[in-house]
């Protein structure tokens, strides 16, 4: 799909405005509603635009703590890591997870209430015998930076956008 200036100016007022309304979002990038309109549902059809959601101030609903897990599993066969991924989405406390490339096969981002509660979540998860079989845990102590837009100009390049 090829995009233009204002299709990359839709996307990245989305990215901090989620919430704008059609006639805000038609006037900020320079458009009436309709052509607006039409071009959103253009980059919504074609998959670049996959949902919208809320970011929640966690520190303001309930005690948590946020946890990355560099996380390796014992067997390296396609099927061990597809019931390692499948075995991911069972647990709510595992809000990302990445497959990587180099020394960790997962990185997970886990939320919790607090420290036990994340421990018991590991326990459990090596009680499941689900593959991991080591694993590196990294505390948040305070976020630096969240919610980033994407370099939209730098990963498309200064004037080509296909």
Known sequence: MRLDDRDIKILSVLT????????????????????CWD???????AGLIEGYGARINLKKLAPSVTV????????HTAASFRAFEAAMQRYDEVVACWALGGGFDYLLQIVTSDIDAYQRLIDEMLDAR?????????????????????????????????
């Open 39 to 45: 071009r959103l549902k253009k980059l919504e059809k």
């Open 68 to 75: 990355f897990v560099s996380a390796e599993i014992a067997d």
């Open 130 to 162: 689900i593959g991991l079989s080591r694993y590196f845990t990294y505390i948040v102590t305070k976020p630096v930076k969240e919610h980033g837009a994407p370099p939209f100009d730098m990963l498309l390049g200064a004037t080509e956008h296909s």
């Open 16 to 35: 901090r405005e989620g919430r704008i309304t059609k006639a805000a979002l038609a006037e900020e990038i320079g458009l009436s509603p309709t052509p």
